[in-house]
């Protein structure tokens, strides 16, 4: 009887792995007749901002029971990038009707990626300093994600006099190209006139001739806009403004016993094209 019973519990453990045996071999099977994924290129190269079309270009996906399945190819992400290239990595993903998985990878070189740049919505002054007024003027963009404002990090706030605060900026885009601001922050009251500029931060090479006059859009004086006063405003321009690094340019106004003023931050770089 005792024989019997071993008998029995062998035979239900030899089915049993019976069974295992034929399930993972089922699973290694689907793994090794997975799609297969094929670019007609190893690269591509494209303008930042490409859409999922494009980078679906030349990409071609099969499988043995399926058939053609490049329709199926979707873009899983985009990761990685060498500044020194301008490159990023594309990872693609294809699902048979089985639901194996491949995955795979090609680079995409951007033709014109530029790192990011800071921009200012007015001058950087308040009757009083806090972030939320320094950060609410000044903007980031990036060729890659555009609008990285939020991304702006106040790296230094430091008390230069009792009306200067020395501001250091910083910004990253995905590419985790990081690019600094030095800049001050000016303790004043706002005056009554009022000299608007199209831009409050520009950057210019070493070898370009600027005509900072272009920069004044209207003159507001006690709220009555106007432009014929642009004649009487002065422009106090750094001798060294076509030297590399941040310059100030001082915009001044003196009319009926009145005076107004405004900065243009000048960021003076070596050579190349300079952001718009």
Excluded: C
């Excluded at 239900?12 to 034929?22: D, L, N, R, S």
């Excluded at 639901?99 to 033709?111: E, F, G, K, P, V």
Aim: glycine letters at 4%; charged letters at 20%; a negative charge.
């Amino acid at each position: 009887m005792l024989r019997k019973y071993l008998f029995l519990i062998l035979t239900i453990f030899i089915i049993i792995g019976y069974v295992v045996i034929q399930k993972s071999s089922i699973v290694t099977q689907k793994a090794s007749n997975a799609p297969v994924i094929t670019f007609d290129e190893p690269g591509l190269q494209v303008h930042t901002g490409v859409d999922e079309q494009t980078l679906l270009m030349g990409v071609h996906a099969s499988d043995d029971e399926d058939g053609d399945l490049t329709s199926q190819v979707q873009v899983e992400r985009i990761s990685g990038f060498d500044s020194n290239l301008n490159r990023s990595y594309v990872s693609y993903i294809v699902f048979d009707s089985d639901d194996n998985l491949t995955r795979a990878t090609r680079y995409i070189d951007y033709i014109d990626y530029t790192e990011p740049y800071f921009t200012l919505s007015d001058d950087l002054n308040g009757s009083t300093y806090s972030s939320t007024n320094l950060l609410s003027k000044v903007h980031a963009y990036s060729s890659l994600d555009g609008d990285i404002s939020s991304k702006i990090t106040i790296m230094n706030a430091s008390i230069a006099s009792t009306n200067v605060i020395n501001v250091r900026l910083s910004v990253t885009d995905s590419s985790n190209t990081t690019i600094y601001l030095n800049t001050n922050y000016y303790i004043e009251e706002d005056s009554l006139i009022d000299i608007d500029l199209s831009k409050y931060l520009t950057y210019i090479t070493t070898e370009q001739e600027v005509d900072f006059a272009s920069y004044i859009n209207t003159i507001t004086v006690d709220n009555q806009e106007t432009t014929w006063l642009n004649s009487l405003v002065t422009i106090e321009v750094p001798e060294d403004i076509y030297e590399v690094g941040i310059h100030e340019v001082i915009y001044r106004m003196n009319y009926n016993e009145q005076t107004g003023f405004k900065r243009l931050i000048v960021v003076t770089q070596d050579g190349g094209e300079a952001h718009e």
